[in-house]
């Protein structure tokens, strides 16, 4: 019986999306290639690994997965299909009108008498009853960058499950009529593929990165897809990200609140800058520093950098402290301003 990818990643299904995560990482680096030089059964592991990882880790493809096993792609493509064409094949050819329970039959070849299961009908549907070249789907890659690296851009060297148009049939999964031996009528192979990639300076949340041609392969000799590299970005301890605007909270002693300042705030690029306090700033007042923020993605310049002041309290007081305080009380009661506040 063929391994499932929870039992390639050593997990049961139901798995939560961190326990996957950590064990991909983990099997990742014991069988990477690298590690193992000449060991072409890691090699194949490692392929078998990323692959399982890359459905398990998507929650859309997992549950086409999940529901449809290793037909999970096909039953996509059905379903893609059928969306777009409203399950029908077109002016004078036959209408198919199917539910989830025929894919079944569908892809073991069995949709009815005279057809030849899902790749004859999906055929039908795309070119009125011809095949014809199929351009492959596009792929996304999701990869996670830290602040700095959004700021000054940064590349990734990717290790995917990558596949190719057969060689030996040419992607058509037959020769001379017969079932193709190499790729087994899939009309392509599997093998790794390390890919180079550059994040872009100013990188949100989300960016996409297009590769042309890095895709899923086409079918009937048709053209790859595209491969999306996706930027996740994590949190930072001290700055907030707010489209090219950075928030960062600064901590301001009470005394300087209240009588004006100068504190040091970090910036992104690991520079102090003083910033002048104004004499009664109150808590949570925001001050812009023009230009300190990230770089603007669309175009040239930067964002702005928005210190949120914070007013510190004093954790103790000496007695000559506490005296000039209780001072301060009762003048502030006495004042016409501080009977107001």
Known sequence: MAKTYYDILGLK????????????????RKHHPDVNPGDKGAEQRFKDINRAYEVLSDS???AKYDRYGENWEQAEAFEQARKAYGGRAGDGAQTFHFNS???????????GAGSSGFEDILG???SGGRRGPMR?????YATEITLEEAFHGSSRTLHLQGQERCPTCGGSGEIAGAVCHVCEGAGVVERPERIEVKIPAGARDGTRVRLA??????????????????????????????????ISDVPVPLEDAVLGG???????????IALKIPPLTQNGRTIRLSGLGMPKLEGKGRGDLLARV??????????????????????????????KA
Do not use: C, W
């Open 13 to 28: 299904p139901g798995a939560s999306d961190k326990e996957i995560k950590s064990a991909y990482r983990k099997l990742a």
């Open 136 to 140: 492959g789907q596009n792929v996304e």
């Open 124 to 126: 039908n549907l795309f």
């Open 262 to 272: 100068e504190v040091e705030v970090d910036t992104i690029e690991g520079k102090h």
């Open 213 to 246: 041609g890095k895709g899923s392969p086409g079918m009937g000799g048709g053209a790859r897809g595209d491969l999306y590299v996706v930027a996740k970005l994590r949190p930072h301890p001290r700055f907030e990200r707010r489209g090219d605007d950075l």
């Open 60 to 62: 859309k493809k997992r």
């Open 310 to 339: 914070r007013v510190v309290l004093p954790e103790k007081l000496t007695e000559r402290e506490r005296e000039l305080f209780e001072q301060l009380r009762e003048e502030r009661r006495k004042s016409p301003a501080g009977a």
């Open 101 to 111: 329970g025929d894919l079944g039959d569908l892809f073991r070849g069995r949709a």
